[in-house]
């Protein structure tokens, strides 16, 4: 895999470790223009990225690649453009991969929109043959209805203690999704939590017992406390904001504690979250 490797892990997004793995997801990167007519006439893949990458880390001076699988533009149908967040199941044998798709004409407004269109999707790995599961991607132009903008620009996953779960932040429309995947070659979609207010940019997640904690990367300054007792419709119990939490970007949950990097504040917080009904 040591060529593999070397453009798999290219423009790394994200990573969670099991057991003795580390699991990374590489978003894509932007190819070469042509033409004169500026930076609209770029391609958005340029062969590199949009995978998932498996490193044994068993021996940590001696980390190996042990699989990998890629699927973008130069890899279609481009299941996992934009790779950026990722999660594992508690058997080991499933990863769950959330992609953002493109960045938007507004952010930048550079950003180029073709030959890939998707603005968002999901999507199961079969960590024993590493293979995209088939029928496991969900595209976010495929929800309709009251599911729609369910995976516009998804960044973020976490699955539930149970495992039948996954929970996919929708950036870009202020949503949580929750997924079963008790089935991974037929996941169903549920009705997403849409709320602008505690939700205004979901970022990250993590999920610990009956709820649900997310950082928002947004000017106002939000950790977010969800409640999924009901797994299949996630409820809102608490929020604060801080401005420790400027640009909240990263989550982790330990024990009574939820870690958040903030890029915006240049800080690290501990959120105390022994009572999920009012962090501190």
């Known amino acids: 895999y040591s060529t593999v490797a070397s ?3 290219e423009n790394g997004s994200n990573i969670t470790i099991a057991n003795n793995d580390a699991f990374v997801v590489s978003k894509n990167r932007n190819g070469p223009c042509t033409g004169t007519a500026g930076p609209t006439t770029c391609g958005n893949d340029d062969g590199s990225g949009n995978s998932l990458t498996v490193v044994n880390i068993s021996d940590p001076t001696n980390p190996t690649v042990s699989g990998a ?17 990722v999660a594992v199941s508690g058997t080991g044998q499933y990863a769950y991969v959330a992609a953002q798709g493109l960045l938007g004409t507004g952010s930048p407004a550079t950003q180029p929109q073709t030959p890939d269109t998707s603005t968002g999707s999901f999507s199961i790995v079969d960590l024993l043959s590493m293979q995209i599961v088939q029928g496991s991607h969900i595209d976010n132009s495929s929800l ?3 599911k729609g903008g369910g995976l516009n620009h998804a960044t973020s996953v976490a699955i539930s203690g149970s495992g039948t779960y996954a929970y996919v932040t929708a950036f870009n429309a202020n949503r949580v999704t929750p997924i079963d995947v008790t089935n991974p070659s ?15 940019a979901p970022a990250d997640l993590a999920v ?4 649900l904690y997310v950082a928002n990367q ?6 977010t406390v969800l409640d999924v007792s009901n797994p299949a419709s996630p409820k809102w119990v608490a929020s604060i904001t801080s401005p420790l939490l400027s640009g909240a970007y990263r989550i982790h949950v330990k024990g009574d504690f939820a870690y958040v990097s903030a890029s915006s504040a240049s ?7 022994s009572d999920p009904t009012h962090p501190r």
């Open 186 to 200: 037929a996941p169903i979609v549920n009705t997403p939590l849409s709320d602008a207010t505690h939700l205004p």
């Open 69 to 85: 699988v890629q699927s973008g533009i130069s890899q279609a149908p481009a299941e996992l453009f934009g790779a950026y967040g």
């Open 208 to 211: 610990q017992g009956n709820y």
């Open 218 to 223: 947004s000017s106002s300054n939000e950790f």
């Open 7 to 9: 453009t798999y892990l």
């Open 144 to 146: 309709t209805l009251s």
């Open 267 to 273: 800080t690290v917080a501990a959120i105390d979250i």
